[in-house]
């Protein structure tokens, strides 16, 4: 687990059902944790810094949600269009728009190209930070999108609407950028981001 920014903490996990690496945040200002893994060294964190609520950064992303619940008794948000995942579920959750500030200083913005409920959560926290749900990836050659295959029937024209939906988030004030998959961008997003929308096919 790091401290990638004042605040801004980071851990990963393997995903007990993909096997792949889930990468989880706790923003400490806004008592807010991102797509949480619930390893014992995050529990021992937020035991210190207990969180008000979970926010889910697109309907896929609950992942070991139940285990702050139990601990902390916090609502688990969701974006609205997503909540038909947990229709006749044991598990609650609490639905959110585009807009909505979930947090002092942590707004929600729809990207929705992938799916309605893909979202980004925006936290006005020091430089500011961009926090991804599947419409952004980051891998060891930089940012990108997901393989086609995730990308439906039209790999190409959910890409151009990927891309027109991060350019507006440029006119936001940041400069990290948090993955659900992928390493964070403690500073520098601002430029990669902007560099990425421009060199677009």
Not at 82 to 104: K, N
Request: with cysteine; aromatic share 6%; hydrophobic share 40%.
């Amino acid at each position: 687990m790091d401290e990638i920014g004042p605040g801004i903490f980071h851990w990963t996990a393997e995903h007990p059902e993909t096997g792949g690496t889930a990468h989880s945040h706790l923003i400490a200002e806004a008592a807010t944790v991102l797509d949480p893994m619930a390893l014992e060294e995050a529990l021992e964190l937020l035991r210190d810094r207990p969180p008000e609520r979970v926010a889910m950064t697109n309907r896929h992303h609950y992942r070991q949600a139940d285990a702050l619940v139990a601990e902390f008794g916090v609502p688990v948000l969701c974006p609205r269009p997503g909540l038909h995942e947990f229709e006749g579920d044991e598990r609650a959750v609490e639905p959110y728009d585009s807009g909505d500030e979930l947090a002092p200083g942590l707004t929600a913005h729809v990207l929705g190209a992938i799916c309605p409920d893909d979202f980004v959560l925006h936290a006005r926290v020091g430089h500011g930070w961009l926090a991804f749900a599947d419409g952004l990836i980051r891998r060891e050659s930089g940012l990108g999108f997901v393989s086609d295959g995730l990308l439906g029937d039209d790999p190409a024209a959910v890409k151009r609407a990927l891309y027109d939906g991060l350019e507006p988030l440029l006119g936001l004030d940041f400069d990290g950028l948090l993955f659900a998959h992928g390493d964070p961008l403690p500073s520098g997003g601002h430029a990669a981001l902007s560099e990425f929308v421009s060199a677009r096919d």
